[in-house]
């Protein structure tokens, strides 16, 4: 988890015994208290020991801050940013692709934007394309048969993406 207001995230070892005491790691932005969208989104955890967190500040900027995760100590680290050149708009829902290669954000807006990004052996992020979309585009997941889903507003149906991972 992530406190609001300040830069710490919550790492709790999850037993058969219920929830451990959490490793505090101080790493990258401040989610401030003034901006409600910097509370709103998906983080998720990639294949490759990745964290992603969603930070939107609309009108001004929307990022992605990268960190990584170690799995032994629960410690988050190497804080950097990926700037999704989208200032209108709030980054919402982010997803790994299996394989942990490929990233998915989209960003809330009219229209809204699905961003698909590599990710190389390094941990460097390069945009691959970015899609405009009328509908109000936000959650993504990751489903069991590879695919990546995207919920937009309204609809009632996902929007399937066939994604070939190559990592």
């Known amino acids: 988890t992530h406190e609001y207001g300040n830069d710490a995230f919550h790492n709790h070892q999850v037993t058969q015994d219920g929830l451990g005491n ?3 790691s101080l790493a990258g932005s401040v989610h401030s208290l003034g901006v409600p969208e910097n509370a709103e989104g998906y983080m998720r955890i990639g294949p490759k020991d990745l964290l992603v967190v969603p930070l939107a500040t609309p009108g001004t900027s929307n990022v992605l801050e990268v960190f990584d995760l170690d799995g032994g100590t629960g410690k988050v680290t ?6 999704l050149n989208e200032p209108s708009g ?20 009219s229209p809204s934007t ?3 990004y590599s990710i190389d052996a390094a941990g460097n ?5 970015k899609l405009s979309n009328p ?3 936000g959650a993504v997941q990751l489903a069991p048969d590879g695919r990546i889903y995207v919920a937009s507003d309204g609809a009632s149906t996902l929007i399937a993406l066939n994604v070939n991972a190559t990592a």
Do not use: C, H, M
């Open 135 to 137: 509908a109000r585009l």
């Open 114 to 116: 699905l961003a698909e």
């Open 90 to 109: 709030s980054v919402y829902g982010v997803e790994f692709a299996n394989g942990g290669d490929k990233l998915f954000a989209t960003v809330l807006g």
């Open 125 to 129: 992020f390069s945009l691959v394309q």
């Open 22 to 24: 959490p490793i505090i």
């Open 78 to 83: 190497n804080s950097r940013t990926v700037d």
